[in-house]
T-cell receptor, first 114, second 117 residues
Framework: DTGVSQDPRHKITKRGQNVTFRCDPI?????LYWYRQTLGQGPEFLTY????????KSRLLSDRFSAERPKGSFSTLEIQRTEQGDSAMYLC????????????FGEGSWLTVV | AQTVTQSQPEMSVQEAETVTLSCTYD???????LFWYKQPPSRQMILVIR??????QNATENRFSVNFQKAAKSFSLKISDSQLGDAAMYFC??????????????FGKGTKLTVNP
C-alpha cells in the first residue's frame, strides 16, 4: 500500500510565476485534503474534496489559489502570480470515509518564492 | 471556531524516561475527535494516537497514552520509555465529527520534543 505521494517535493520559483503541485492519495481513499504549513507553525487547512467535489474551502485560499480533483483520484493545487508570502510547505492528505476518519499525510511540497 | 493550544514550544526528556505534552482546545461542540500527530524533521506527519470525545476511556497505543479531560478541554500525550526515535514535532489536532461538522483538522502550533541519550 503506497502512501500519499506529492510532486514536486521542492520548488523554487520567482515571484509572479505560477506553480502547480500534484497529489496522489492512497488508492482507495475518497477524501483528499490540502494544508499549508509555515516554519514553526502547525498545518492550516486549505481545502478538501470528497471524490471530485470540492466541499470545503478556507478563507486562506485566495483567488490566486485553485485546487482540482477532476476524476476523484489525483489532485492539483495551483498558485498563480506567486508572492513571497506563499513560501511554505503544502501538505496533501487523504482518508476513507469508512476508515475511522484517520487522515494520512504525504511528505509535502516545499515552495520557496524568491 | 475551534482552536487548539499547545503551550510548550519545546520539551526535552532523557532516553527511557517519561514525558507529557500538553494540549488544550476550545469548542462548543459535544462530539469530536482529537489526535496527536508526530512530524520528524523533513519527514511526513504520522498519526500517533486518536481519541473520540464520546469515549471516556483514554486511548493508548503501546508507549503512547493520552489523558483526555473533556470538561477541562484538555488532551495531553504521555510518552513512556522515551526513545531517540521519538524526537520530533508533535502536533495536537481537533476534528469535528462528520454529519454536518467540518472535515478539517485544526492544529496547534506544535511542541518540539528532544530526546537526550
Amino acid at each position: 500500500d503506497t502512501g500519499v505521494s506529492q510532486d514536486p517535493r521542492h520548488k523554487i520559483t520567482k515571484r509572479g510565476q505560477n506553480v502547480t503541485f500534484r497529489c496522489d492519495p492512497i488508492s482507495e481513499h475518497n477524501r483528499l485534503y490540502w494544508y499549508r504549513q509555515t516554519l514553526g507553525q502547525g498545518p492550516e487547512f486549505l481545502t478538501y474534496f470528497q471524490n471530485e467535489a470540492q466541499l470545503e474551502k478556507s478563507r486562506l485560499l485566495s483567488d490566486r489559489f485553485s485546487a482540482e480533483r477532476p476524476k476523484g483520484s489525483f489532485s492539483t493545487l495551483e498558485i498563480q502570480r506567486t508572492e513571497q508570502g506563499d513560501s511554505a510547505m503544502y501538505l496533501c492528505a487523504s482518508s476513507w470515509t469508512g476508515g475511522g476518519n484517520t487522515i494520512y499525510f504525504g511528505e509535502g511540497s516545499w515552495l520557496t518564492v524568491v | 471556531a475551534q482552536t487548539v493550544t499547545q503551550s510548550q514550544p519545546e520539551m526535552s526528556v532523557q532516553e527511557a524516561e517519561t514525558v507529557t505534552l500538553s494540549c488544550t482546545y476550545d469548542t462548543s461542540e459535544s462530539d469530536y475527535y482529537l489526535f496527536w500527530y508526530k512530524q520528524p524533521p523533513s519527514r511526513q506527519m504520522i498519526l500517533v494516537i486518536r481519541q473520540e470525545a464520546y469515549k471516556q476511556q483514554n486511548a493508548t497505543e503501546n508507549r503512547f497514552s493520552v489523558n483526555f479531560q473533556k470538561a477541562a478541554k484538555s488532551f495531553s500525550l504521555k510518552i513512556s520509555d522515551s526513545q531517540l526515535g521519538d524526537a520530533a514535532m508533535y502536533f495536537c489536532a481537533y476534528r469535528s465529527r462528520p454529519q454536518g461538522g467540518s472535515e478539517k483538522l485544526v492544529f496547534g502550533k506544535g511542541t518540539k520534543l528532544t530526546v537526550n541519550p
